[in-house]
């Protein structure tokens, strides 16, 4: 089976911080991985994916993810914040071969991002 | 469309009554997914359709809730004799390849009151 841990349910910056948000999972195969984010009142929209190939994978809005195999990781990082980041952030991931086809999330990191 | 469409995109309901939460999927995806989120909660996966094949219903949390996909086209999630810890929002997805992510809509917002 497979899980996401997110390590910290709020972080608050401030504007122009860098910020890392945590994730680490676990699953016994191959894995893809993604970053989503949620802003208030809307759906979820793809920040990035990892699927293979380099581990530092860039996504929208300025975001990066390194995906870490020995840790198990694949932490979000931007290193400047603006105050429209504020949202919830989901990492998820789903083992790739089988028959397994569910994204399974994480709780969300609330990014707060103050003045 | 252009994106995935959900209505009604808020709901309150009595509890006991039945709801019907519908889902128009991005042309020519052929998997469609229902998940819940509850309040301060990561998404709980619902059910599965793709294409003509029998949906995986295992995430399903009762017999209260029930979902129909039309071909490749609109899902309805109903979920009969509401209780008030049925109140979430419910998101549908669809995707090309489930291997490259889905796209979500916005979600329908259930309370039961």
Do not use: W
């Given at each position: 089976a497979q899980s996401v841990t997110q390590l910290d349910s709020q972080v608050p910056v401030f504007e122009e911080a860098p910020v890392e948000l945590r994730c680490n999972y676990s699953s016994s195969v191959s894995v893809y991985l993604f970053w989503y984010v949620q802003?208030?009142?809307?759906?979820?929209?793809?920040l990035l994916k990892y699927l293979s190939g380099s581990t530092l994978?860039?996504?929208?809005?300025?975001?990066e993810a390194e995906f870490n195999k020995s840790q198990t990781s694949f932490h979000l990082r931007k290193p400047s914040v603006h105050i429209s980041d504020t949202a919830e952030y989901f990492c998820a991931v789903f083992s790739s071969g089988g028959s397994n086809y569910k994204l399974t999330f994480g709780k969300g990191t609330l990014l707060t991002v103050n003045p | 469309g252009a994106g995935v469409s959900q209505s009604p995109s808020n709901k309150v309901t009595e509890k006991g009554k039945d709801v019907e939460l519908r889902c128009d999927p991005i042309s020519g995806h052929t998997a469609l997914y229902w998940y819940r989120q509850r309040l301060g909660q990561g998404l709980e996966f619902l059910?599965?359709?793709q294409g003509n094949s029998a949906p995986d219903k295992s995430g399903l949390p009762s017999d209260r809730f029930s979902a129909e996909r039309t071909g490749e086209s609109v899902s309805t999630l109903t979920i009969q004799r509401t209780q008030q810890e049925d109140s979430a929002v419910y998101l549908c997805a669809s995707s090309s390849d489930r291997n490259y992510g889905y796209t979500f809509g916005s979600g329908t917002r259930l309370t039961v009151v």
């Open positions: 802003y208030p009142n809307q759906g979820l929209q793809l994978v860039k996504g929208i809005n300025g975001f | 059910i599965y359709f």
